[in-house]
């Protein structure tokens, strides 16, 4: 039995439970059980998603004092499996919604190796170039790993997502109709000129009682140095800005200081541009090619036009000249037999 088959099965046995224990796809803090996938089981991968209700998505906003194209924050809790949809309200950003997260993979713990099958922990952001419109998660975000912390630890890795599905290889699957709705949301802000969305990935909510509680962790330092981003943000909601100072994460006024040895915290586009670059590549090499035929077509149509002309022009010149020599035959001009005067 192939692996698609037993997630398949999988998915079908574990449904019937994921609903009966309210592990429903749609927003935990948005519209309830009127949310996007709320009566859904879980979807299978290749399921084509149910068509946006943008109206609803529209009305739900309003309802919050909220608009379609703001900026908004991704907040991703993997130990909880929520994904926080947050959305700028004037100076600060309001709490949309709350999805359920269908799978992640690993451990907790940050993403160490390409190929680890771990979903990353830390600070990225997602540009226009980072949103998916191609390949198997046509509708997906690409969260920019490795950043800057990442490569200056020697973490590897690339096109970690926030993708539809319910299987997970290190991405953060979200079932194809909540992905529907953070896809467009997200869409949104980038065009109407939002510049990066940020997103936060922790392990759990970074209370002091769930930090005590993994102290034992051999990642409780680092997690120490993600709960500053998380405190600042839970105090001002204002996405806080976090930099790189001698292989560490520094959040806000912190980093304003000596930044001798500080660098910004950039999330890698380099996979998803490239990506999109072989794309525009092969649609332009299309276009080229086209263009090649239709020149080409042009040219031969020019040239037969060209020759058809020029044979128009000869015949009728020809039947000129004949059309004279018999008017001259006719008018006893030089013919047989002819008498001067």
């Not at 077509?297 to 000869?314: E, L």
Request: net charge positive.
């Amino acid at each position: 039995m192939t692996w698609k088959a037993v997630c398949f099965a999988s998915a079908l046995l574990l449904a019937p439970l994921a609903l009966a224990a309210n592990t429903f796809v749609g927003p935990v803090n948005g519209p309830g059980v009127h949310g996007v996938g709320a009566s859904q089981p879980l979807n299978v991968d290749d399921e084509p998603p149910p068509p946006l209700d943008m109206e609803g998505l529209k009305r739900r906003l309003a309802e919050k004092g909220l608009a379609l194209g703001s900026p908004i924050m991704i907040r991703v809790f993997k130990d909880e499996s929520e994904l926080e949809l947050w959305v700028q309200k004037e100076d600060r950003f309001e709490l949309f919604a709350v999805y359920r997260i269908c799978n992640w993979s690993g451990a907790l713990g940050p993403k160490l190796t390409e190929g680890d099958r771990q979903s990353p922990e830390g600070f990225y952001s997602i540009g226009s170039r980072q949103l998916h419109r191609t390949g198997r998660w046509r509708r997906s975000l690409d969260v920019g790993f490795p950043n800057t912390f990442d490569k200056a630890h020697g973490r590897t890795g690339s096109y970690i997502l926030v993708h539809g599905g319910c299987t997970s290889t290190g991405c953060f699957a979200m079932t194809n109709g909540v992905m529907e709705e953070i896809f467009a949301l997200s869409e949104a802000a980038l065009t109407r000129g939002q510049d990066r969305i940020q997103v936060h990935v922790f392990p759990f909510r970074m209370t002091l009682k769930n930090l005590a509680a993994h102290a034992g962790s051999p990642w409780a330092g680092f997690w120490i140095g993600l709960k500053g981003a998380y405190d600042q943000f839970e105090q001002t909601r204002i996405p806080p800005r976090v930099d790189v100072c001698n292989k560490q994460y520094v959040v806000g006024q912190a980093a304003e200081g000596d930044m001798s040895d500080c660098v910004a915290n950039v999330s890698e586009v380099s996979v998803a541009s490239a990506r999109l670059r072989n794309v525009n590549r092969v649609a332009r090499g299309r276009h080229t090619r086209r263009a090649r035929v239709a020149r080409r077509t042009v040219q031969a149509r020019h040239a037969r036009a060209v020759g058809r002309n020029a044979r128009q022009a000869y015949a009728a010149a020809r039947a000129a000249r004949m059309a004279a020599h018999a008017r001259r035959q006719a008018a006893g001009l030089g013919g047989p037999g002819h008498a001067r005067k």
